[in-house]
């Protein structure tokens, strides 16, 4: 059962966050992440134009992509890539959108249930 929390989270551009981090609410990455990022929840995951991950982003949720990502994307929902993103790694969800613009170095990979793709469990 996934458990929601009614807040937003924000890392801020300009931040630098190293290690894999979760979450249960809706989020925006403006700021570095070298790690693997989360979702925990049905909520969406945004990751801004100053965003940058390095590492495998799995959701939920919806995610939102118009920074840049070192890594693969894994939804059980939705990914919509802007026309600012620019991605190395592997899509993998049921839906996928691209916007004009983008640049991806990706294989797309669209499936009913990205299962097999699980999320890590939170830590305690």
């Known amino acids: 059962m996934l ?30 992440v070298e790690g693997n990022v989360y979702q925990h929840s049905h909520e969406p995951l945004t990751l801004g134009k100053s965003g940058w991950i390095r590492g495998d982003i799995t959701s939920q949720g919806l995610i ?7 890594g693969n994307i ?3 929902l939705k990914i919509i890539v802007l026309g600012t993103a620019v991605i190395t790694g592997n899509l ?20 009913r249930s990205p299962s097999k793709h699980t999320q890590k469990p939170m830590a305690a």
């Open 3 to 32: 458990t929601e929390i009614p807040t937003f989270t924000v890392i801020a551009e300009g931040s630098r966050t190293q290690g894999s981090v979760s979450f249960c609410s809706q989020c925006m990455i403006l700021g570095l």
């Open 64 to 70: 939102l992509i118009s920074g840049r990502v070192e």
């Open 92 to 111: 993998i969800c049921p839906s996928i959108e691209i916007r004009p613009g983008a640049l991806l170095e990706s294989e797309i990979l669209m499936n």
């Open 74 to 76: 894994f939804s059980t």
